[in-house]
């Protein structure tokens, strides 16, 4: 603000400076408004419920599945607001960001062979950020491109789990995609972050490494809330259903298990050790909303027994041909 005095040749200057702390957006998955939210999963319904864009809805605030308002190849929805902040914040341009986009069916590219079947997107600073592990194929675009939903995800059911993180767990997560061997496409690990995660800016730049000793790794990993993950990362020497072989014996439940079932591809419910791995043969959510397994491209699994209250998201199917992916 600038007044000047009547009298004399003479201005007295009074300068006014208005000091505002500085805005530091946190990355984190956001929910369907937009808000900072723990954790999401989203459930994208086959075709045969309209457009093949619909989802339903569910984070750590809601009790409840609830069906969207939003389509997911717009980024009004949780998916879109969450990678907007890749896109649209440019974050993929930034030394203070890490990010890795993996699939092992990239957009526009060919498949290839000797890579792990799994899909999903990293991205954090030195504070925190996001883990969105999900089952759509070409999915998600470069970040160049901005958001965009591949029409082939259109037909089948899909899933997709969002999980914030401190800083501290990525490295734990970078090491767990070590065992997986995830085909990334596009990624960017600055120079100060490459002492915690020299692994991942291999992986960036295309490198195999030799498989870990170990066929298989868990870890456990809490959300930024405090929320406690556990996840199971196995290597191609783990020749076993991971389902039957693996996570329904550490966890010691009986499990449920919806994957992509293709006729002559899939395993059989397995009641051979002692907790036991069956088939979901049709999905019923909130709506009602009900649907055949070989509609459903999502890979999910759950506790038979309600006190157990287990439920897990990820990329595998159970069909022998993923038995070493």
């Given at each position: 603000?600038l007044?000047?005095?009547p ?49 339903m ?6 009790e ?18 969450t990678?907007n902040?890749?896109y649209?914040?440019?974050a ?45 194929p ?19 059911g ?8 401190k ?17 990334v496409?596009n990624c ?10 020299a692994?991942?800016?291999q ?29 199971f ?7 076993d ?25 899939e ?31 999502s ?7 309600l ?6 998201v ?12």
């Amino acid at each position: 603000m600038l007044r000047m005095e009547p009298y004399g040749a003479c201005c007295k200057v009074i300068i006014v400076f208005l000091c505002f702390p500085a805005i530091r957006t946190d990355i984190t998955c956001r929910n369907e408004a937009g808000e900072p939210v723990d954790w999401f999963v989203v459930y994208k319904l086959p075709k045969e419920f309209g457009s093949g864009l619909g989802y339903m809805y569910l984070d750590s605030a809601v009790e409840t599945w609830q069906m969207s308002q939003f389509t997911v190849n717009t980024s009004e929805g949780a998916i879109g607001l969450t990678l907007n902040q890749l896109y649209l914040g440019q974050a993929y341009m930034s030394n203070s960001t890490v990010y890795a986009m993996y699939n092992d069916g990239p957009p526009d590219m060919d498949y290839l062979k000797g890579y792990g079947h799994t899909k999903g997107v990293l991205l954090f600073d030195h504070a925190q950020g996001f883990w969105l592990s999900h089952s759509v194929p070409h999915f998600p675009y470069f970040p160049e491109r901005g958001y965009q939903y591949p029409s082939s995800g259109k037909l089948n059911g899909q899933t997709a789990l969002c999980m914030t993180y401190k800083y501290r767990q990525f490295p734990i997560i970078a090491r767990q995609l070590v065992y997986l061997i995830p085909r990334v496409y596009n990624c960017s690990v600055p120079s100060s972050f490459l002492d915690d995660f020299a692994d991942l800016a291999q992986l960036c730049e295309g490198s195999k490494f030799p498989l870990p000793s170990s066929s298989k790794n868990i870890e456990s990993l809490l959300s930024a809330k405090g929320e406690e993950f556990v996840h199971f990362a196995k290597s191609e020497r783990f020749v076993d259903d991971i389902y039957t072989g693996w996570v329904a014996q550490e966890l010691g439940t009986d499990l449920l298990v919806e994957t992509w079932q293709r006729q002559n591809r899939e395993l059989p419910s397995n009641c051979s050790l002692e907790n036991h791995a069956m088939n979901v043969q049709k999905v019923c959510l909130p709506g009602p909303t009900l649907f055949e397994s070989r509609h459903d491209h999502s890979k999910w699994c759950v506790s038979t027994g309600l006190e157990d209250q287990w439920a897990c998201v990820g990329d595998l199917n159970r069909e022998r041909a993923q038995v070493m992916h």
